[in-house]
Each structure stands twice: as C-alpha cells, then as structure tokens.
C-alpha cells in the first residue's frame, strides 16, 4: 500500500456532495481509490470520501489511510438529534459515543462507552471559538441499524447521556485509541428522533450550507495545526 509522502492529516467528509463541493472548491487531485476514495489537496491535506456509511466501511477506509501513513483525522458527518435542545444545522463536536455496533468490539478494551482521545478535539473548539464559529460538545449513540432506532432504545440512550445518533463515532473511537491516532469528530444535525417522532432535514439549504461551511473550517483548521507541527 503506497504512503502518502509528507502526508499527515486528513479531513474526511461522510457527505457525498459535501465531499464533492470540498474536492472541486480545494482542486483536489485524486491520487487513489481505497475502499473509499482520495483526492490530495493544497497544503499537504488528504480528503477522503464516497466510502459508503456505517462503521465497518469507515474503520475500514481510516485503517488504510493509518497504513498509508496518516496520523491525524477529522471527520465530518451528520447525525440525528435525540432532544430539542439542538436545532437543525447545528455543529456539534463529539466528546464520547455509546456503542450499539459491532466493529467496534473487534478492538482491544471494548466498553460500551467510549470517547475521543488525544487534544485535537479541543483545540478544534478553540479554533471554531476564535473564528466566532458556534459549536456544541455532544455524546452519540452509534448504531447499525438506522431503521431500528426503536423508542425503547431512544430513551435508554438518552438516559446513558446522548444528544444525537449516528453510525460511526464509537467504532472510529476505538480505532483511535488502538492505532494510538488524533481524531476528532464533527456532527451537523441533519435530522430529528426527539420525543420518539422522526423528522428529516436533509433537503434543507440550512443543512447544506453548514456541512459546507464545515468542511473549509476544518481544512483550514487541519492546515494550522500541520503548521503549527
């Protein structure tokens, strides 16, 4: 597997047209197709993408970027709201994630919950602070099934100390602490689970434009700390 010469961050955008925007707007060079694929941008940043959902496929993809050599990622996705205290479009930061998947397990020290390791997440919110960029730090219930996300276990999560549910964040955890790699993980809500009722967002222009507004804060965040060494 080829490494990515002087190569040591990555933003990898789970959005497929976010991705696109970001690849296009960056002038992204696709250099190489792993389970998902890579484009190599300005100030030596990797975006990945188009790596499908869930947690096998993106353990999966950021298991071969560690192999190519990366060292330090930020992923960029969405996730669903668990109560109202979070409104649609929101940047969220994960701090921890509850585990209600199974890649996960496949990793040494495996507790059902897990959280971000190292400092990056924390100097990504002084970052977004300083830029006047509103963030708020969230636990996530991580699942398999999106279309199994019962009441029953909306209310156990929401006991446990969730604010939102999505498909990778306790896996990529786990993958971090293993691999011993920086991460940290952005959310934008992109739909509602509150009070047991479903109400999606993803057609909503507020929703686009915070997952692209994102994703160039993160590539100029991923750019000052790779300066900064």
């Not at 190489?32 to 484009?39: I, M, Q, Y």
């Not at 040494?108 to 390791?117: A, D, R």
């Not at 939102?164 to 691999?179: D, F, H, P, Q």
Request: net charge neutral; glycine share 8%; proline share 2%.
């Amino acid at each position: 597997m080829a490494k990515f010469q002087d190569y040591n961050s990555a933003l990898i955008c789970f959005d497929p047209e976010c991705y696109e925007y970001l690849k296009t707007s960056q002038n992204g060079k696709i250099v190489n197709s792993l389970t998902g694929e890579v484009a190599l941008l300005e100030r030596n940043i990797i975006l990945g993408g188009l790596l499908g959902i869930g947690a096998p496929a993106s353990v999966a993809f950021t298991e071969e970027l560690i192999a190519c050599g990366i060292k330090r990622f930020v992923f960029l996705g969405t996730a669903g709201k668990l109560h109202d205290k979070l409104k649609a479009g929101d940047r969220v930061i994960c701090e921890g994630a509850f585990s209600d998947e199974g890649t996960s397990k496949s990793y040494p020290g495996w507790k059902e919950e897990s959280f971000s390791i190292g400092n990056l997440q924390n100097e990504l919110k002084t970052f977004l602070r300083i830029s006047s960029k509103s963030v708020k730090t969230v636990k996530a219930w991580t699942t398999d099934a999106p279309y199994m996300e019962t009441k029953s276990k909306l209310f156990y999560y929401l006991d446990k100390g969730a604010d939102v549910v999505e498909m990778e964040a306790s896996a990529l955890c786990a993958l971090a602490k293993y691999r011993k790699v920086e991460m940290a993980q952005m959310f934008i809500i992109s739909d509602s689970l509150a009070r047991g009722i479903w109400e999606p967002y993803f057609e909503q222009e507020i929703l686009r434009n915070s997952l692209k507004e994102a994703g160039i804060s993160l590539l100029q965040f991923l750019a000052m700390v790779d300066q900064k060494g």
